[in-house]
């Protein structure tokens, strides 16, 4: 492969105005300056949400909880594409926004990725009966596995709905038995049929899960894809 070549803040400059004035294409400006479709873009965004100065930063652009939070939420909430919400927070690659958003899904806020206790949400939990954690668990599958979201929402721990979601992920309803006092040998399935039903329960599950991801991934690739295309 080729070596990849310094370009000047200047050359990035006048690709994006001519591509801006279409003189030029993204595809004409990727091959001009020996990158690839997706880097040109990325030089559009930046040139459009903080001009020439954009280009003039040395290292990575470092974006403040808020502003992370406050762009996936406005994602999420349908309040613009990938490229639009990037605009209007000053991201400077969809790639950034599709990052945050994958942590946000798994972690509830950007705190918990180095605390596990879920920054702000209840760092308490309460008691709960094996249906309401079941209900709970159901609700967080079908959030995309947002503890966070789901801590406020139910008025427990962070901790509690990631261990009950991985329980049951786990085990299925079997996992979500409280069994706190017994022998840990008496906290495996305690019958043939119940050791059956739990490893169905843990193969559905698995399915479902893999299938979600899926679907996500596949609509993320489909709003790029329009983003992309759109101009």
């Given at each position: 492969?080729?070596?990849?070549?310094?370009?000047?803040?200047?050359?990035?400059?006048?690709?994006?105005?001519?591509?801006?004035?279409?003189?030029?294409?993204?595809?004409?400006?990727?091959?001009?300056?020996?990158?690839?479709?997706?880097?040109?873009?990325?030089?559009?965004?930046?040139?459009?949400?903080?001009?020439?100065?954009?280009?003039?930063?040395?290292?990575?652009?470092?974006?403040?909880?808020?502003?992370?939070?406050?762009?996936?939420?406005?994602?999420?909430?349908?309040?613009?594409?990938?490229?639009?919400?990037?605009?209007?927070?000053?991201?400077?690659?969809?790639?950034?926004?599709?990052?945050?958003?994958?942590?946000?899904?798994?972690?509830?806020?950007?705190?918990?990725?180095?605390?596990?206790?879920?920054?702000?949400?209840?760092?308490?939990?309460?008691?709960?009966?094996?249906?309401?954690?079941?209900?709970?668990?159901?609700?967080?599958l079908a959030s995309g596995k947002n503890y966070g979201e789901m801590a406020q929402k139910h008025q427990v721990s962070y901790r509690?709905?990631?261990?009950?979601?991985?329980?049951?992920?786990?085990?299925?309803?079997?996992?979500?038995?409280?069994?706190?006092?017994?022998?840990?040998?008496?906290?495996?399935?305690?019958?043939?049929?119940?050791?059956?039903?739990?490893?169905?329960?843990?193969?559905?599950?698995q399915l479902y899960l893999a299938e979600m991801e899926r679907d996500l991934l596949k609509k993320l690739d489909e709003i790029e894809?329009?983003?992309?295309?759109?101009?």
């Open positions: 492969m080729p070596q990849k070549q310094k370009i000047s803040a200047e050359k990035k400059v006048k690709l994006v105005l001519d591509c801006l004035e279409n003189k030029i294409s993204v595809q004409e400006a990727a091959r001009s300056a020996g990158v690839d479709f997706a880097t040109v873009k990325m030089w559009i965004s930046v040139y459009e949400n903080e001009g020439d100065e954009g280009f003039k930063h040395r290292g990575q652009k470092v974006y403040t909880i808020e502003t992370k939070t406050s762009a996936v939420i406005d994602y999420l909430h349908g309040e613009g594409s990938l490229q639009e919400i990037c605009k209007k927070y000053g991201i400077r690659d969809r790639r950034i926004l599709r990052n945050w958003i994958k942590v946000y899904n798994v972690h509830g806020n950007f705190d918990s990725v180095k605390h596990a206790g879920g920054g702000s949400y209840m760092n308490q939990g309460r008691d709960t009966t094996k249906e309401e954690r079941l209900a709970i668990v159901k609700d967080c509690q709905v990631r261990t009950w979601t991985l329980k049951y992920e786990e085990l299925g309803a079997a996992g979500l038995e409280d069994r706190r006092g017994k022998r840990k040998r008496d906290q495996r399935p305690r019958t043939e049929l119940e050791a059956a039903q739990i490893e169905i329960e843990r193969l559905k599950h894809r329009r983003d992309a295309f759109r101009k």
